[in-house]
């Protein structure tokens, strides 16, 4: 179980409506980061049970309570659970899900200021191809900049096209950086040409001038009696 316990007494959290979506957990005090905030609880099942008891709600067949743990079984939060099943997912979460022994508490993941909702990435991964249909059957409304769209974690390969993505985009960036660069630099260096050209010119015709008018004193008539 995770070190950090609540700095002060009193009730910390509480269930109300959300306007991400039905209900969620908020924050009643202040809460301090690395603290571990409620247990999720709910009967331990295995996975044949939860897919016998699957869906608790027909009309939403994609939502559920369940919380998968590392040995298999599953933690029905419909069943025997609390406030831990009302907090929605985010993408870019608040906090985190710890597991210790088969049990699953929510711990702050940074320092949270009363009034805001609690959050936690759920982590969900299906074992069949992430089609634009499948995601959109597993939206999510977290509205945060990180949002994904989807509850769904994106898979190795998803991850790794999304790694390939964001280097190619990077490397057009930095591609198209240098190119600006270079176009400066030839900018530039026509400037520092013209410039160079131009003083070039200019001492030029100063020399003539000077020529001219040392020409022009040699022609002088010398005056009378010299």
Same mark, same amino acid.
């Given at each position: 179980?995770?070190?950090?316990?609540?700095?002060?007494?009193?009730?910390?959290?509480?269930?109300?409506?959300?306007?991400?979506?039905?209900?969620?957990?908020?924050?009643?005090?202040?809460?301090?980061?690395?603290?571990?905030?409620?247990?999720?609880?709910?009967?331990?099942?295995?996975?044949?049970?939860?897919?016998?008891?699957?869906?608790?709600?027909?009309?939403?067949?994609?939502?559920?309570?369940?919380?998968?743990?590392?040995?298999?079984?599953?933690?029905?939060?419909?069943?025997?659970?609390?406030?831990?099943?009302?907090?929605?997912?985010?993408?870019?979460?608040?906090?985190?899900?710890?597991?210790?022994?088969?049990?699953?508490?929510?711990?702050?993941?940074?320092?949270?200021?009363?009034?805001?909702?609690?959050?936690?990435?759920?982590?969900?991964?299906?074992?069949?191809?992430?089609?634009?249909?499948?995601?959109?059957?597993?939206?999510?409304?977290?509205?945060?900049?990180?949002?994904?769209?989807?509850?769904?974690?994106?898979?190795?390969?998803?991850?790794?096209?999304?790694?390939?993505?964001?280097? $190619?985009? %990077? *490397?057009? @960036? +930095?591609?198209? &950086? =240098? !190119? /600006?660069?270079? #176009?400066?630099?030839?900018?530039?260096?026509?400037?520092?040409? $013209?410039? %160079? *050209?131009? @003083? +070039?010119?200019? &001492? =030029? !015709? /100063?020399?003539? #001038?000077?020529?001219?008018?040392?020409?022009?004193?040699?022609?002088?008539?010398? *005056?009378?009696?010299?």
């Amino acid at each position: 179980m995770p070190s950090k316990s609540p700095l002060s007494g009193g009730r910390r959290i509480q269930t109300r409506r959300s306007d991400v979506h039905g209900n969620g957990v908020f924050a009643v005090q202040d809460l301090a980061e690395g603290e571990t905030l409620i247990e999720y609880k709910g009967q331990v099942i295995s996975w044949k049970e939860a897919l016998r008891r699957h869906p608790h709600d027909p009309a939403q067949p994609n939502h559920t309570f369940y919380f998968h743990i590392d040995d298999g079984r599953v933690i029905d939060g419909n069943v025997e659970g609390n406030a831990a099943r009302w907090i929605n997912h985010s993408c870019e979460p608040n906090c985190e899900a710890d597991e210790v022994d088969g049990r699953v508490y929510i711990k702050a993941l940074r320092n949270i200021a009363a009034g805001e909702e609690l959050n936690y990435d759920y982590g969900l991964v299906i074992d069949e191809p992430y089609t634009e249909k499948l995601l959109s059957e597993f939206p999510c409304w977290c509205g945060s900049e990180q949002c994904r769209g989807t509850l769904l974690t994106p898979k190795d390969e998803d991850e790794d096209e999304e790694k390939d993505k964001k280097k $190619k985009k %990077k *490397a057009k @960036k +930095k591609a198209e &950086k =240098k !190119k /600006a660069e270079a #176009k400066e630099a030839k900018k530039a260096e026509k400037k520092a040409e $013209k410039k %160079k *050209a131009d @003083k +070039k010119a200019d &001492k =030029k !015709k /100063a020399d003539g #001038k000077k020529k001219s008018e040392k020409s022009s004193k040699d022609d002088t008539p010398s *005056a009378a009696g010299d």
